[in-house]
């Protein structure tokens, strides 16, 4: 045991050696830590809006910093994806202490800009500006983000875990400054305060950001993060209209270190024991308080459909084992809508095989060439015209609708009788087909289940703007999900199928697989985003660097967020008249693929949808020929007692309807991205 005047010289020799220690202020521009220019900050960070945030430029010295993106280029970067994020990102540089000498030799600069960055000078520094409270030097949280044309990160809140202060830094070439009109700015979301009948207050994020930061090099931009009101997301980085541009561009990338300051770990200055976890329950508190349903767009609203001949709702004799029968009076309505190929009981009959056995299937050419043209024509004419930019005014000029939160979804969107600026094809689809008993019976004979009640909208993706993030349904119950693609403009990944079918002889469905196979599968160009997905719900045991949280991410395997996975023939017994049925092409089973779908004309998926999975559309990049727009709708169906209401082959998990986002995500699991 230490005697007493041992521990005092310990101690000693412990403060002197931080008295020793390197201050790193000469890492940053000459004059940031004097106390005007400190204060300047403080008081500019104090009176931001829509939330406190700060923008510092030229933090680091200049020469420093350049060295840092010349070594650069020794460091590997992947390719990331989800629902929420497109980037390339490098490893934790928190591991750059666990390198050997020979690979340390090649990143001096890194390491310096590291430990400057986390010195203690700068965490109090920034600790003074945010009034944060201290901040950790000992659990350093940074990585590389490189957003090239495309990429992206949409609405989040960066809640998680001990985060205090999140930053970005920005390396863009300083040679050439980055202009706003390529896209890449931070951007910040004013959040509307609603008080419950409870007390309680609800935050809810604004569809539309207030704030707009463009990337600039050592700028060096950093908010508190606070839950349900921190929320922010990158613009994509719009790609060069042509090759001309993109030389002159020097090719748009969009380069940044970003992090996070956590809260001080044990034996720091200002530990508090216990403070993670009340952190911990105060976010997930918040982000329950932050679900706010009533507060969403759009509302589900089930109606059932009209009574039978005998009194019970839903179809006439509502049992699974008798089949409900097209009467020439349904026929004739559905031949208004549909396409006659699909009316005829030899194909109703395979469709529903494939149906029962795969629980998911894809109609080509659903709709009646006719009615077909009628909305091909509408939706042009839409296109044609400018859409207001801002949601209120939007939804004051237009038959559209905001949908929000942003960082569930953002989409326009009309539901059956909602419009006030006359009617459309598309909402023939919703006020007359969709809840019509002839389609009632319909979905019954295409699914094998028995349909009983309905909830649909027509939705619009603008390029650039829209998506939806992946929710989970919730509900014990399974249900019929469909989704009819009617996006008239090419280059949503799927066209060369549709070329190859127009344009070969053979029957696709045997002939045609393995040449639809080999177009799916070289594609080389980045997709335009757009598809609608199921994918397997992820475990939540990753690691903390994993950022999950609000902000999580359902991964996107590779082939599907080039365009190189596609839907696939699915009925070898069918004519080469007859319009192709297809399933999904999810063959590999661990890349958690349920089903996916491009953006494409006239397509109808349908997915046997039962409790746990995600779904979501991904963001419609501003490189698309034109928006994406479809028609969705959600069908109760009665349960089968026999078996649990079950059904064999059924999609597993999947996730939360289009019609209805209200579900929110699991906000314990994680993700691998910074802005």
Same mark, same amino acid.
């Given at each position: 045991?230490? $005697?007493?005047?041992?521990?005092?010289?310990?101690?000693?020799?412990?403060?002197?050696?931080?008295?020793?220690?390197?201050?790193?202020?000469?890492?940053?521009?000459?004059?940031?830590?004097?106390?005007?220019?400190?204060?300047?900050?403080?008081?500019?960070?104090?009176?931001?809006?829509?939330?406190?945030?700060?923008?510092?430029?030229?933090?680091?010295?200049?020469?420093?910093?350049?060295? *840092?993106?010349?070594?650069?280029?020794?460091?590997?970067?992947?390719?990331?994806?989800?629902?929420?994020?497109?980037? /390339?990102?490098?490893?934790?540089?928190?591991?750059?202490?666990?390198?050997?000498?020979?690979?340390?030799?090649?990143?001096?600069?890194?390491?310096?800009?590291?430990?400057?960055?986390?010195?203690?000078?700068?965490?109090?520094?920034?600790?003074?500006?945010?009034?944060?409270?201290?901040?950790?030097? +000992?659990?350093?949280?940074?990585?590389?983000?490189?957003?090239?044309?495309?990429?992206?990160?949409?609405?989040? &809140?960066?809640?998680?875990?001990?985060?205090?202060?999140?930053?970005?830094?920005?390396?863009?070439?300083?040679?050439?400054?980055?202009?706003?009109?390529?896209?890449?700015?931070?951007?910040?979301?004013?959040?509307?305060?609603?008080?419950?009948? @409870?007390?309680?207050?609800?935050?809810?994020?604004?569809?539309?950001?207030? *704030?707009?930061?463009?990337?600039?090099?050592?700028?060096?931009?950093?908010?508190?993060?606070?839950?349900?009101?921190?929320? /922010?997301?990158?613009?994509?980085?719009?790609?060069?209209? &042509?090759?001309?541009?993109?030389?002159?561009?020097?090719?748009?990338?969009?380069?940044?270190?970003?992090?996070? %300051? /956590?809260?001080?770990?044990?034996?720091?200055?200002?530990? #508090?024991?216990?403070?993670?976890? $009340?952190?911990?329950?105060?976010?997930?508190?918040?982000?329950?308080?932050?679900?706010?349903?009533?507060?969403?767009?759009?509302?589900?609203?089930? +109606?059932?459909?009209?009574?039978?001949?005998?009194?019970?709702?839903?179809?006439?004799?509502?049992?699974?084992?008798?089949?409900?029968?097209?009467?020439?009076? &349904?026929?004739?309505?559905?031949?208004?809508?549909?396409?006659?190929?699909?009316?005829?009981?030899?194909?109703?009959?395979?469709?529903?095989? =494939?149906?029962?056995?795969?629980?998911?299937?894809?109609? @080509?050419?659903?709709?009646?060439?006719?009615?077909?043209?009628?909305? !091909?024509?509408?939706?042009?004419?839409?296109?044609?015209?400018?859409?207001?930019?801002?949601?209120?005014?939007?939804?004051?000029?237009?038959?559209?609708?905001?949908? !929000?939160?942003?960082?569930? /979804?953002?989409?326009?969107?009309?539901?059956?009788?909602?419009?006030?600026?006359?009617?459309?094809?598309?909402?023939?689809?919703?006020?007359?087909?969709?809840?019509?008993?002839?389609?009632?019976?319909?979905?019954?004979?295409?699914?094998?289940?028995?349909?009983?009640?309905?909830?649909?909208?027509?939705? !619009?993706?603008? !390029?650039?703007?829209? %998506?939806?993030?992946?929710?989970?349904?919730?509900?014990?119950?399974?249900? =019929?999900?469909?989704?009819?693609?009617?996006?008239?403009?090419?280059?949503? &990944?799927?066209?060369?199928?549709?070329?190859?079918?127009?344009?070969?002889?053979?029957?696709?469905?045997?002939?045609?697989?393995?040449?639809? @196979?080999?177009?799916?599968?070289?594609?080389?160009?980045?997709?335009?985003?757009? %598809?609608?997905?199921?994918?397997?719900?992820?475990?939540?045991?990753?690691?903390?660097?994993?950022?999950?949280?609000?902000?999580?991410?359902?991964?996107?395997?590779?082939?599907?967020?080039?365009?190189?996975?596609?839907?696939?023939?699915?009925?070898?017994?069918?004519?080469?008249?007859?319009?192709?049925?297809?399933?999904?092409?999810?063959?590999?089973?661990?890349?958690?693929?349920?089903?996916?779908?491009?953006?494409?004309?006239?397509?109808?998926? #349908?997915?046997?949808?039962?409790?746990?999975?995600?779904?979501?559309?991904?963001?419609?990049?501003?490189?698309?020929?034109?928006?994406?727009?479809?028609? *969705?709708?959600?069908?109760? *169906?009665?349960? @089968?007692?026999?078996?649990?209401?079950?059904?064999?082959?059924?999609?597993?998990?999947?996730?939360?309807?289009?019609?209805?986002?209200?579900?929110?995500?699991?906000?314990?699991?994680?993700?691998? %991205?910074?802005?």
């Amino acid at each position: 045991m230490k $005697r007493k005047s041992d521990q005092v010289d310990d101690l000693e020799v412990a403060e002197q050696a931080k008295r020793r220690a390197p201050s790193h202020q000469d890492r940053f521009r000459e004059g940031l830590f004097d106390e005007p220019v400190l204060d300047g900050y403080r008081k500019s960070y104090a009176t931001s809006e829509p939330y406190r945030h700060g923008v510092i430029q030229n933090l680091i010295s200049s020469s420093l910093l350049r060295n *840092v993106r010349s070594e650069i280029q020794n460091l590997c970067f992947t390719p990331k994806e989800t629902d929420i994020y497109k980037i /390339h990102q490098s490893g934790d540089l928190a591991n750059l202490d666990g390198l050997d000498d020979s690979s340390l030799k090649l990143l001096p600069s890194l390491l310096a800009l590291r430990d400057a960055m986390y010195s203690s000078d700068f965490r109090k520094y920034l600790s003074t500006i945010t009034s944060s409270g201290a901040l950790s030097g +000992k659990k350093t949280d940074m990585a590389i983000n490189v957003y090239t044309p495309g990429c992206h990160l949409l609405c989040h &809140d960066d809640v998680i875990g001990s985060r205090r202060v999140s930053y970005i830094l920005y390396l863009t070439d300083p040679d050439k400054p980055w202009k706003e009109e390529w896209g890449g700015a931070l951007r910040l979301y004013p959040t509307q305060t609603y008080t419950e009948d @409870d007390g309680k207050v609800t935050k809810i994020p604004s569809p539309d950001y207030s *704030v707009s930061i463009p990337p600039a090099f050592n700028q060096l931009s950093f908010f508190a993060v606070q839950p349900g009101e921190s929320f /922010h997301d990158v613009q994509e980085v719009y790609a060069e209209d &042509d090759e001309k541009d993109k030389e002159k561009a020097g090719g748009r990338v969009r380069m940044a270190i970003s992090g996070w %300051y /956590h809260i001080p770990q044990e034996g720091e200055d200002g530990y #508090v024991e216990g403070l993670e976890d $009340r952190l911990a329950e105060k976010s997930s508190l918040m982000q329950l308080q932050g679900k706010g349903d009533k507060h969403e767009l759009p509302k589900a609203n089930f +109606k059932l459909y009209k009574k039978g001949s005998n009194g019970d709702i839903g179809l006439p004799t509502p049992s699974p084992q008798e089949d409900p029968v097209l009467s020439e009076e &349904d026929l004739n309505f559905l031949l208004k809508y549909i396409a006659p190929t699909y009316l005829t009981p030899d194909t109703l009959e395979s469709v529903s095989s =494939i149906f029962v056995e795969e629980c998911s299937l894809c109609l @080509d050419t659903f709709l009646s060439q006719e009615f077909s043209n009628s909305v !091909r024509e509408y939706i042009e004419s839409q296109e044609s015209q400018t859409l207001p930019s801002e949601s209120a005014e939007i939804e004051e000029m237009t038959p559209w609708t905001v949908a !929000r939160p942003p960082h569930k /979804h953002h989409f326009l969107f009309q539901k059956a009788s909602s419009s006030k600026h006359g009617g459309s094809p598309l909402l023939d689809l919703l006020e007359d087909l969709l809840p019509s008993e002839a389609f009632q019976k319909w979905l019954s004979l295409a699914t094998g289940q028995t349909i009983m009640s309905h909830n649909s909208l027509v939705r !619009r993706f603008r !390029r650039g703007r829209d %998506y939806t993030l992946a929710t989970g349904y919730e509900e014990d119950t399974p249900r =019929i999900e469909l989704c009819l693609s009617i996006t008239p403009t090419s280059g949503w &990944d799927d066209d060369q199928i549709a070329d190859l079918e127009k344009d070969t002889h053979q029957d696709p469905a045997v002939k045609g697989k393995d040449e639809i @196979d080999k177009v799916t599968t070289t594609a080389d160009e980045p997709g335009v985003g757009g %598809y609608l997905a199921y994918m397997a719900g992820g475990d939540d045991d990753d690691s903390d660097h994993n950022e999950g949280g609000s902000d999580h991410g359902v991964e996107v395997p590779l082939d599907m967020s080039t365009g190189a996975r596609s839907t696939r023939a699915a009925n070898p017994k069918k004519s080469k008249q007859d319009p192709a049925i297809y399933q999904a092409s999810g063959d590999d089973e661990d890349d958690g693929v349920l089903f996916s779908m491009p953006a494409g004309w006239n397509r109808l998926g #349908v997915v046997f949808r039962d409790q746990g999975t995600m779904r979501f559309v991904k963001y419609v990049s501003r490189k698309a020929k034109g928006d994406r727009w479809d028609l *969705v709708g959600e069908f109760d *169906v009665l349960e @089968d007692e026999s078996d649990d209401g079950k059904v064999e082959g059924k999609v597993e998990e999947t996730g939360s309807s289009e019609a209805d986002d209200g579900h929110d995500r699991d906000d314990d699991s994680s993700t691998e %991205y910074s802005d």
